[in-house]
C-alpha cells in the first residue's frame, strides 16, 4: 500500500498483538489506524483513530500493555491516553507546550519519558516556559511494551 497526501508523519506504532498500526499526520491533527498483516506486512481497512483539537498536533506515541495509546500533543503541552476505540481515557499536562515523543522505560517499563521542545518559541514563550526542551519522565500505574527489535537485513543502496 502506498500513502499519499500525508504533510507530517508521525507516531508510528503497533498495538500489542501486532495486527493494528497506528500513524498521525500531525498538520492533519488525525492518528490513524490500520489493521496489518504480520506475515506480510500489508495494511487495509485505514480509520481515523483520533483527530486532535484546534492547536493540538499529535507527534509521537507508544501503545501500552493494555493496548491504549499515549500521544503527545504538539502546542497543547499534554500527553493523551486514549482506549483502543479512539477515546480518551486520561492526560498528563506537560509544563512544555512543544511535547514531542513518549517512550516507556524503566526496570517495570512503567515510566514514561516524554521529549519536549523549544524550537520557534519566543522569547515571551520560553519565559512563561523555563522547562521547553527538557526531558519529563512520569511514574505510571501502567506499564509499556519492550519495542520489538530488527531481526532482518538491511538491503544495500
Given at each position: 500500500m502506498h500513502l499519499s497526501g500525508i504533510a507530517i508523519s508521525n507516531s508510528l506504532c503497533f498495538s500489542p498483538d501486532g495486527r493494528q498500526l497506528y500513524f498521525a499526520d500531525s498538520p492533519h491533527r488525525l492518528i490513524l489506524r490500520y489493521d496489518l498483516d504480520p506475515g506480510t506486512g500489508a495494511l487495509s481497512n485505514r480509520q481515523v483513530f483520533a483527530r486532535t483539537p484546534a492547536g493540538a498536533y499529535p507527534?509521537?506515541?507508544?501503545?501500552?500493555?493494555?493496548?491504549?495509546?499515549?500521544?503527545?500533543h504538539w502546542g497543547a503541552g499534554r500527553i493523551v491516553r486514549y482506549a483502543p476505540d479512539g477515546s480518551i481515557s486520561g492526560a498528563i499536562e506537560v509544563p512544555a507546550?512543544?511535547?514531542?515523543?513518549?517512550?516507556?522505560?524503566?526496570?517495570?517499563?512503567?515510566?514514561?519519558?516524554?521529549?519536549?521542545?523549544?524550537?520557534?518559541?519566543?522569547?515571551?514563550?520560553?519565559?512563561?516556559?523555563?522547562?521547553?526542551?527538557d526531558l519529563f519522565i512520569y511514574r505510571l500505574d501502567v506499564k509499556g511494551l519492550a519495542d520489538a527489535r530488527f531481526s532482518g537485513t538491511v538491503p544495500t543502496l
Open positions: 507527534d509521537g506515541s507508544q501503545v501500552d500493555a493494555q493496548g491504549y495509546l499515549w500521544n503527545a507546550s512543544q511535547v514531542s515523543c513518549v517512550a516507556f522505560g524503566g526496570r517495570q517499563l512503567d515510566l514514561l519519558f516524554v521529549t519536549s521542545a523549544r524550537v520557534d518559541l519566543t522569547p515571551t514563550q520560553l519565559a512563561s516556559e523555563p522547562n521547553a526542551g
